[in-house]
C-alpha cells in the first residue's frame, strides 16, 4: 500500500489545531501517511465482510472491510489509521490525539475542519459543505475534493472526550455516495477509543523530591530548584510544580499565602487568591486569578515541604479544562520516598 510522506507536513500544520485545543502533540499531528494511490478503477466498491481492527497500541478499534489495505502510525500523542479498497476509490481513517479541554462549539467545528484537511493531505480543491455539532456531542464535518481525477465526497466526525480528540474520516466517489455511506457508516459508528490507553501512552510520570505525578508526554519542561513549568506546544494551559522546604505546619489559609508567595517568587507569577478550602482528602484546594487566567492550585504541606500543583489555563474556559486537571490531579501523589 503505498503512503505519502506527509509527518513533517501534519505535525507543522497540526500547530492550529493544538493551539486551539490543545491536543496534538505540540501539534504535531502524527503524520500518517494517508494513501494516494495512482489511478482509479470503476470496479464496484467492495463494503462486505467487515473484521476488527485495533491500531497498534491498542489507542482505538474499529471494524474495516475484509479485503480493504491498511496503513497505521503514532507519535507521542496521537495515533492513526488509514484504510483503502481495492479499487482505492474509497477510504476510512481513525485518529485520536491527546486533547486537553473540551471543545465549544466553534472552537470544535474549526479543528475538526482543520483536521480533516490534515488527514486527507489537503487537496487543492478541498470544499466544506457542511458542518454541525451534533446533540450527540459529535462535530461532524461534510466535504467534496478530487482524488484521482475522481470527485470525491466524505465526511469526518470527531469527538471530544476521554482526554482526547478522535474520531474517523469516510469518503469515497461523489456518484452513488449515499448508498456508499449508508453501506460505510457500521464502520465509522463501530470507531472507538480506550481512555485507559489513553491515559498509560499519552503521559508520564514527573517525579520531584516529595511528590509524583503525571504529565502529558512531551509536552516542554523547564525545572527550577523549587519545582517544574510544564507548557503545552503552541497551547494554552501551563502547569506548575512547587515543592520548597518549610519548618512550620500550615492551615488552610497558611497554605493559601505560601501558594502566592511560592508562585511568584518561583516563576514570577503575580496572582489574586479567588477562592480556597480545604478538600477531603486533606490538602487544600485555591483558585487564584491574573488578568485573563485561572490558576487551579491543589496545596499540602508534608514531610518538612510545601507542595503545591498548579493548573494555569483561561479564565473563560476554565470549566472546559477541568476533565483534564482531575484526571492529572488523580495521580498527584506526595512524600518523601522512602
Not at 489509521?81 to 479499487?87: I, K, L, N, R, V
Not at 506546544?233 to 492551615?251: C, F, M, N, R, V
Not at 504541606?301 to 503545591?308: L, P, Q, T
Request: hydrophobic residues 40%; glycine residues 8%; neutral net charge.
Amino acid at each position: 500500500m503505498a503512503i505519502s510522506n506527509r509527518k513533517s507536513k501534519i505535525r507543522n500544520t497540526c500547530t492550529h489545531c493544538v493551539r486551539a485545543v490543545q491536543c496534538l502533540k505540540s501539534l504535531g499531528v502524527i503524520g500518517l501517511l494517508l494513501v494516494v494511490l495512482a489511478g482509479c478503477g470503476s470496479a464496484p466498491i467492495d463494503t462486505g465482510n467487515p473484521v476488527n481492527f485495533k491500531h497498534q497500541i491498542g489507542v482505538f478499534e474499529l471494524k474495516v472491510p475484509k479485503s480493504w489495505k491498511q496503513t497505521q502510525d503514532h507519535v507521542s500523542t496521537e495515533a492513526i489509521a488509514a484504510f483503502s479498497d481495492p479499487t482505492n476509490r474509497a477510504e476510512i481513517m481513525g485518529y485520536a490525539g491527546l486533547l486537553d479541554h473540551r471543545l465549544a462549539d466553534d472552537e470544535g467545528l474549526q479543528i475538526a475542519s482543520d483536521l480533516i484537511g490534515i488527514l486527507l493531505n489537503r487537496p487543492s480543491d478541498l470544499q466544506i459543505t457542511d458542518k454541525q455539532h451534533r446533540s450527540d456531542g459529535a462535530f461532524v464535518v461534510n466535504v467534496t475534493f478530487t482524488r484521482n481525477n475522481e470527485k470525491r465526497t466524505g465526511q469526518g466526525v470527531f469527538r471530544d472526550g476521554d482526554l482526547a480528540l478522535s474520531g474517523t474520516i469516510v469518503d469515497g466517489p461523489t456518484e452513488g455516495w449515499a448508498d456508499l455511506q449508508k453501506a460505510l457508516q457500521p464502520y465509522a459508528d463501530s470507531f472507538k477509543v480506550n481512555p485507559e490507553v489513553v491515559q498509560g501512552t499519552y503521559f508520564d510520570a514527573l517525579l520531584g523530591v516529595a511528590y509524583a505525578v503525571v504529565m502529558p508526554v512531551e509536552w516542554p519542561r523547564q525545572g527550577t530548584e523549587k519545582g517544574m513549568q510544564v507548557h503545552a506546544q503552541a497551547g494554552k494551559t501551563t502547569l506548575y510544580t512547587i515543592e520548597q522546604p518549610i519548618s512550620t505546619t500550615l492551615d488552610t489559609a497558611g497554605l493559601t499565602n505560601q501558594a502566592v508567595t511560592s508562585l511568584r517568587q518561583t516563576y514570577k507569577i503575580n496572582a489574586e487568591v479567588g477562592s480556597s478550602a480545604p478538600l477531603p482528602d486533606g490538602r487544600t484546594q485555591v483558585t487564584l486569578k491574573q488578568a485573563d487566567r485561572s490558576i487551579i492550585g491543589y496545596l499540602e504541606a508534608k514531610d518538612g515541604y510545601f507542595i503545591g500543583l498548579f493548573f494555569d489555563v483561561p479564565a473563560a474556559q476554565a470549566a472546559a479544562y477541568q476533565p483534564f486537571i482531575d484526571f492529572v490531579y488523580s495521580t498527584f501523589v506526595t512524600g518523601k520516598a522512602q
